[in-house]
């Protein structure tokens, strides 16, 4: 794909989605954090369900150790593997009072150090709490980088450096939401909305949904 019609892209989707965001429900870097930890392989819905109940009674890392993992599987038993995130969050909360001063860090090296948070969970932090063009390439960004050819690449990494080569300089801060959004309501996996995208005409798909 030329750069000019990636541009054509970008501005299209910035114009159908003028303040792109995540869907997550959160009041603090720390809230994001938990939410984001919680949200692997779970939907935002059911995170935000979950968060509704549990942030009122713990949204620090010293509130949440005092509920004990056994006490935070309670308000998070809904969402999947909440056993292993559970054990997760716990962990990260010690992290972040021994090593951070309570504080969700700045560079993906260090959010990284934290149990439970891996290179996609970085990117989400760095992008959504701190501005950075950073770009968590999860299934919906796969799939719409792939299928439009915007990015192509057989694994995530791959579509990820891609992405932050190509993406326009002016849209590289919200192409990770603009993208996202995309997947999740238009460009579906299985009968993507063709009809009434943005982009239609410039997607690189050959068997589209039209």
Not at 87 to 114: S, W, Y
Not at 138 to 153: E, K, Y
């Amino acid at each position: 794909m030329n750069p000019k019609k990636r541009l054509d892209i970008f501005v299209r989707l910035a114009i159908a989605t003028p303040e792109p965001t995540t869907e997550l429900h959160y009041n603090s870097t720390f809230e994001l954090l938990i939410a984001v930890v919680l949200s692997a392989q779970a939907t935002d819905k059911g995170v935000n369900k979950a968060t509704a109940k549990l942030f009122p009674i713990a949204n620090t890392p010293s509130e949440i150790l005092k509920l004990g993992e056994t006490g935070l599987k309670e308000y998070i038993k809904t969402i999947g593997l909440f056993n292993s995130k559970a054990a997760h969050i716990i962990t990260l909360c010690k992290q972040l009072l021994d090593t951070f001063n309570g504080q969700v860090p700045q560079t993906r090296e260090e959010l990284e150090m934290l149990a439970g948070v891996g290179r996609k969970t970085a990117n989400v932090i760095l992008n959504t709490a701190f501005g950075q063009p950073t770009i968590a390439v999860d299934t919906h960004i796969f799939r719409v980088a792939n299928r439009t050819g915007i990015a192509t690449g057989k694994n995530v990494l791959e579509v990820e450096r891609k992405l932050d080569k190509s993406v326009p300089k002016k849209h590289k801060k919200d192409a990770h939401h603009l993208l996202i959004l995309h997947g999740r309501y238009t460009c579906i996996a299985r009968k993507p909305r063709c009809l009434t995208c943005v982009i239609q005409d410039l997607c690189d798909e050959k068997t589209k949904n039209i």
